[in-house]
């Protein structure tokens, strides 16, 4: 297994731009012939792609016009929630504002983009204010499938929360879990492939077991999968069973037993899977299913459920000067993910500056690295680099260099991995924001929590 360290980490992020051929001068890098500097970038979603593109364009062409638009005041990382779920971190810690993209000169908009023209080049908002652009970038994370399941919508996340955004719905699965009684039931039941954050659902089930091990030990965990396999499984299955035994209760999919669910009753707080399970829980977080961000298959941009692009470039393949990054974009073997969405951004930021130069886009490596807390001190990653290629006939980005942990890995191991992946959410969130948390912006004032009118903002 390959080490990882914030040396490493660093290097990773960086490594996305080192294909754009430019100048330093005056201690920022500038493009010279054929420059970009007029050119009017818009990019839609300020998350770990969206808002990442936006700064690095920034930083690389100080005067290119680049305009973000965000319906959130503040985001709060979807990676490393289940930390505040689990009650290891703090809200503020996940929440970052965009008052750092806002001091390069970039153009944050915090409204809902409602309508993009490609033809006429114009992203529309819901205010009703129209933005221009040279080239687009769609980076508008997931939406939810809440059809899928009957009983289950939009309303009933509000009981039977999914906590699979960050923000109002993060804080109500951790408050429901505080307020539960001591030999409640919490059920947790993680969506079909594919979505956000493969081994996540199981990250969530190990934070809360821990948590529940320690502050309420009466209390179980269920667990109720679609699946048959799912991501890290060895060493989840490891951690259950040495951490959690008699604690946590997993159904997996068979050849018999279909554990997805069928029906979900708000009121009596309970779910029916369809192999005809039942079970009624103090606490139920149902993940659905999932699906590109709204506004991209309203805008003509989704083949069925997701984005298909250029895996060298992220260019849509759908509609001309427009990109596609992050969890939204078909990336063929590259998980969606915080990660595989910075480095897809970095990547991407240097093919519009060639572009808009009218040079060939550089050549591409893409990384992915994820970190899944499974007890105290006791952390297990997964990652590869992607290299675009032709694989079989199929134009595809393949992993390299993979690596996995293994069960029976040493505590000292697992210690390592606990102290490199709070450096690499340092890290990446920097990288990404280019600001600190939201409650150490301005000490001794407290951060403003997102607004508890709505659970999710859709762009």
Known sequence: MLPINRRAVVAGLAAGLGGVAATVIGGRRTFA???PASAKIVVIGGGPGGATLANALKKLERNITVTLIEPKQAYTTCFYSNHYIGGLRTFDSITHSYRGLKALGINVVSDTASAIDTNARTVTTASGDTFPYDRLVVAPGIDFKFDGIEGYSEAAAETMPHAWRGGVQTQLLRNQLE???????????PPRAPYRCPPGPYERACVIANYLKTSKPKSKLVIVDP?????????FQEAFDKHYKDLVELHLTNDIDDFSLAKVDVDAREITTKSGLKVKASVTNIIPDQKAGSIAAKSGLTQGDWCPIDPKTFKSTLAQNVYVIGDAAIATDMPKS????NSQAHAVTGDILADLSGKPPPPNTFYNICWSFVAPNDVVKIGAD?????????????????????????AA?????????????????TDIFV?????????????QA???????QKL
Do not use: C, H, I
Not at 338 to 341: E, G, P, R, T
Not at 395 to 406: I, M, R
Not at 416 to 427: G, L, P, Q, R, V
């Open 450 to 456: 997102p607004s508890k009118k709505k659970s999710d």
């Open 386 to 410: 992607y290299r675009p290629g032709d694989f079989g006939g199929k134009f595809a980005l393949a992993p390299t260099n993979a690596f996995v942990s293994q069960p029976g890995e040493s």
């Open 338 to 341: 915080a990660y595989s969405a």
């Open 413 to 429: 191991l697992r210690k390592t991995n606990f102290d490199e992946s709070a450096a690499w959410y340092d890290t990446l969130v």
């Open 227 to 235: 699946k048959m396999a799912f991501s890290k499984q060895p060493v």
């Open 179 to 189: 307020q539960m009684e001591d030999g409640g039931t919490v059920l947790l039941a």
């Open 33 to 35: 012939a054929g420059s």
């Open 435 to 447: 600001n600190t948390p939201m409650g150490q912006e301005q000490p001794g004032k407290p951060a």
